[in-house]
């Protein structure tokens, strides 16, 4: 597989970090970089995971189903992630949840027809004193209320969308 | 940045740098102290800086508490292998969020916190390891180590002591049981974070089967201060065993949710009323989880006279935990917060061990035919008895961490279980409230 020229200097830069004969380690955070960039895990890049780090495809396999944050289909180019743990729940995060699975018209980890937003109700992101809060792909945003929600939507939709911080 | 006002109560010791312009940069740091402890430490024996840290009662901010100079004396320092220093940056705990200001705003300080660690026990290589959804803070903590390097903090014959040391993050890919230690180091070697099983301590076999220091990263940024302004000044900051200042997380029903800095021993209620600006729309306290989602809830009236310290909230049967307080007001569904608190365990349990993995499976079936009005007045104990029967049954804490709250909830609003049950099922049979 090919990869962008930055991200080849990426994946140098990570497999060095670790010591000799222990490359293994780079499995998982060349998985999630690869994934940002070609947008899922796919079975060749399992395989080109696995030549990188020395590792047989099964022992790159094993470890997708764990981590949350891998995925084997593509996600939505913007993916919208809400929290409803305890801190968001106490300010509404359940209901900007719902409010944002009935404006979207989608359910958890759905993709849009058009594959511009996917959706996700997802655990404690540590914005817990700024909540509600929600991830647009790496991006955080603070204190959303369901008005805000509908304007960062429509700035995705728009292509004006900027990030937060 | 900050994204809430300061408190005019706070101490700020660790989070001193957080307002000025360009906090994050090394020149910054070096006009404020930066990288004046590691110079001192490089003249200090192992054994030395060791008593500093015992003196200057730091306890381990991730969450249990253990007092990080003993963690670090438990490190063998003659077998002959590398050693390896490990930050845990993988902030996870439901109500904390402070780690995330730490590397934003003073990544400098963590470093330096990691290099005193490093000079202890001669470690050549420190991994931060970040939870992946902090994609942004990998960046500013990447382009601090490469500031370091430049200026000589990290790489080759350090201070001209000829010590080496390297510092990497590490990105995990979401997974909250990443944050118990031993599930970290298998996840930092490639693999699913499944706990390994202690002894023995990643003091003496840790990462890549070698002796470890691994603490949070509050933690190892609370450590440059003790050795430029001295273990007892650091002491002195907070209660009897219990140094220091904390970056203590306040979410839920107040008026000024936020980030504040506060000595060990601060006070629940001042913390609430005066730092906080009380509960919002003039309600009243219900109850506080005081300690992230693992630890049991405290009533309002249970909250009185308790300070926010290891010892204190050990004595009143909950934790300090992950400094994470969620506070609740008069009008909240308890019901709905247990549901929502063992859903999340149930989500993260990593399977490997039968109680935790059934244990919060059935914790959450049951908790949510409760909530959906379709509980049954045995479902009461059964919860406790679910929970109890986790206790202490588990390969590592996460069991624990989903038992506890699921006990403090059923024992201290059995009262609320029971008008649950009471109003939702008024409409069902009779059979069915027999049962």
Redesign the interface.
């Known amino acids: 597989m090919t990869f962008s020229p930055a991200l080849e200097e990426r994946f140098a830069k990570i497999l060095s970090s670790y010591p000799p004969g222990r490359q293994r380690s780079a499995v998982v955070p060349l998985l999630l970089y690869a994934q940002d960039e070609i947008g899922y895990v796919s079975q060749d890049l399992v395989e080109e995971v696995a030549r990188r780090c020395n590792v047989t495809p099964l022992q790159v396999d094993e470890v997708i189903g764990y981590y949350s944050m891998l995925h084997r289909k593509p996600l939505g180019k913007f993916h919208v992630q809400v929290c409803t743990n305890i801190a968001c729940q106490a300010v509404g995060g359940e209901d900007l949840y719902e409010h944002a699975s009935r404006s979207l018209g989608l359910k958890n980890k759905q993709v849009s027809a058009d594959g511009l937003i996917s959706l996700e109700e997802v655990e404690c992101m540590g914005a817990c004193s700024w909540a509600p809060a929600i991830q647009i792909n790496y991006d955080f945003h603070h204190f959303v209320t369901p008005e805000r929600f509908d304007q960062l939507i429509r700035a995705l939709q728009d292509g004006t969308y900027r990030k937060a911080s | 940045?900050r994204?809430?006002e300061p408190s005019p109560l706070e101490v700020r010791v660790i989070s001193q740098r957080f307002d000025l312009p360009n906090s994050a940069s090394i020149d910054t740091y070096l006009a404020n102290d930066g990288y004046v402890a590691a110079k001192k430490a490089v003249e200090m024996t192992p054994e030395a800086i060791i008593d500093q840290l015992k003196a200057s009662n730091l306890r381990g901010r991730g969450g249990a508490g253990f007092p990080t100079g003993l963690k670090w004396s438990f490190v063998p320092r003659t077998t002959g292998k590398?050693t390896y220093v490990i930050c845990n940056s993988d902030?996870?705990?439901?109500?904390?969020?402070k780690?995330?200001l730490l590397m934003e705003n003073d990544p400098h300080q963590l470093i330096e916190g990691m290099m005193i660690a490093g000079w202890t026990i001669k470690s050549n290589?420190g991994?931060i390891f970040i939870?992946?959804?902090?994609?942004?803070l990998i960046e500013i903590v990447d382009r601090a180590i490469a500031e370091a390097y430049e200026r000589g903090f990290l790489g080759k014959n350090i201070f001209g002591t000829g010590w080496d040391f390297?510092v990497?993050t590490?990105?995990?890919?979401?997974?909250?049981e990443c944050g118990e230690e031993s599930a970290l180091l298998e996840?930092?070697?490639?693999?699913?974070?499944i706990p390994r099983l202690k002894p023995p301590f990643p003091a003496v076999v840790g990462a890549?089967q070698s002796p470890t220091i691994l603490n949070n990263c509050e933690t190892y940024s609370s450590i440059p201060v003790i050795f430029r302004n001295g273990a007892q000044w650091y002491a002195d900051l907070g209660t009897p065993k219990n140094g220091g200042t904390r970056l203590t997380?306040?979410?839920?029903?107040v008026n000024k949710?936020?980030?504040y800095e506060l000595p060990m021993g601060f006070p629940l209620m001042r913390l609430i009323n005066e730092v906080c600006g009380g509960i919002r729309n003039g309600k009243n306290l219900k109850a506080v989880?005081p300690g992230g989602?693992s630890s049991p809830v405290l009533r309002a009236d249970e909250c009185t006279d308790i300070l926010l310290d290891f010892d204190s909230l050990a004595k009143a049967k909950t934790m300090a935990g992950s400094g994470?307080l969620?506070?609740?007001d008069e009008d909240?569904d308890i019901v709905?917060?247990a549901l929502?608190?063992i859903k999340?365990y149930a989500?993260?349990s990593?399977g490997w061990c039968i109680p935790c993995r059934e244990g919060t499976t059935w914790l959450k079936k049951v908790l949510s035919r409760f909530h959906e009005g379709n509980g049954l007045k045995s479902d009461i104990d059964l919860i406790a008895e679910l929970s109890n029967n986790m206790m202490g049954r588990t390969f590592c804490a996460l069991g624990d961490a989903a038992a506890m709250p699921t006990t403090g909830f059923i024992t201290k609003f059995r009262d609320e279980f029971e008008a649950y049950l009471a109003k939702t099922s008024a409409a069902k049979s009779p059979e069915l409230l027999l049962a």
Do not use: Q, W
Not at chain 2, 91 to 97: F, H, L, V, Y
């Open positions: 940045m994204y809430n590398p902030e996870s705990e439901p109500g904390t969020c780690d995330r290589k991994y939870r992946g959804e902090y994609r942004y390297d990497y590490h990105t995990g890919a979401g997974a909250y996840s930092l070697e490639g693999k699913r974070g890549f997380c306040v979410s839920g029903h949710p936020g980030v989880i989602s994470g969620v506070i609740l909240t709905a917060v929502r608190t999340f989500h993260e990593c």
